[in-house]
């Protein structure tokens, strides 16, 4: 790549008088706003042209006049009383070398709602009461129908459930919020990663201890058995949705999963499905054994799940603009 091609482009006034006017494309405006982020020169270029409309200039002015004095007077406040040279010590050590990192002022409480908040979609609607009704339509067929088939149906779910969450926690589809988000300093993947958290949070310890609670099946892997295998495919996921979008990447991973547990068993049944109203538990759990049990198994899921982990990191910047 030539030196020309590395430049770094700037705003010229042409364009900064159209952004103001409102005549540039959405794409244009958004590229715009993005770049004068990181570049002064070019912010100075968009404000001049700004306040230079009417009457919005007029209004951004008394704005920004309004702001300063207030700047200005809490300043003045905080300042009333302190020696020069105190003042200078507490301007100067933010940046003096070897000074710690400053601790936090934010209360907790507050931090507590904006991590709330940060979860969003993902601790509420439609994917919560999904994996409410499912760990309790298990325990009531487990103990209330006596059905044997409760637990290995609870294990064969339990890892793309925290798939179906992520995708339905995150984009324009799940947040009314989304583009605010989306453009915020903590949106992007560092929110996209903040719901999956909370997806995995809420889902792995419920799913668990539901199915250690239920009726065991002979030969069934453990109930914590499913944990790497549900976190590997929730960074599959991840990695996916980065080439086809969330939905869509959760719709495959799902696909995937439940092809290679359910057709094998309904491959080996006898004349291709059973009888009617039977449920083959044997052999679903024997399914599930291979897929779960087993240290070979199991290291095999944690080598996906790092796998899915770099491919994340990797699709990091198309992750950003989902």
């Known amino acids: 790549m030539s030196a020309s091609a590395r430049a770094p482009w700037h705003v010229d006034v042409a364009v900064a008088a159209r952004y103001a006017e409102g005549a540039l494309t959405e794409p244009e405006a958004w590229s715009l706003e993005k770049h004068v982020e990181g570049c002064s020169r070019c912010a100075a270029t968009v404000s001049a042209a700004v306040r230079a409309t009417v009457p919005a200039g007029a209004v951004l002015e008394s704005v920004r006049g309004a702001v300063l004095e207030k700047v200005r007077g809490a300043v003045l406040d905080a300042v009333r009383g302190t020696s020069l040279d105190e003042a200078r010590g507490a301007l100067l050590s933010g940046g003096a070398e070897g000074a710690g990192p400053r601790p936090s002022t934010t209360p907790l409480p507050q931090r507590l709602v904006r991590t709330l908040w940060s979860a969003g979609p993902a601790l509420r609607g439609s994917w919560l009461i999904a994996l409410l009704v499912v760990c309790a339509g298990a325990a009531v067929l487990g103990y209330g129908a006596g059905f044997a088939g409760a637990r290995p149906l ?154 899915g982990a770099g491919l994340v990191l990797v699709r990091r910047d198309r992750l950003e603009k989902l």
Request: hydrophobic residues 55%.
């Open 154 to 307: 609870l294990l064969a779910l339990a890892p793309v459930l925290p798939v179906a969450g992520v995708a339905f926690s995150y984009g324009p589809h799940a947040d009314p919020m989304y583009e605010i988000g989306a453009a915020s300093p903590s949106g992007g993947l560092r929110l996209l990663l903040t719901r999956s958290a909370a997806v995995l949070g809420v889902s792995l310890p419920l799913l668990t201890a539901v199915s250690a609670l239920l009726p065991g099946t002979p030969g069934l892997p453990a109930a914590p058995a499913w944990l790497l295998p549900g976190l590997a495919l929730t960074l599959g996921a991840l990695a996916l949705g980065s080439y086809v979008g969330c939905r869509t990447a959760a719709g495959v991973v799902a696909a995937g999963w439940a092809s290679a547990v359910l057709l094998p068993v309904i491959a080996t049944r006898p004349g291709g499905g059973g009888g009617v109203g039977t449920f083959p538990v044997t052999e679903l759990a024997e399914q599930l054994a291979r897929y779960l049990s087993g240290g070979v198994a199991q290291s095999a899921w944690a080598a996906a799940a790092v796998l």
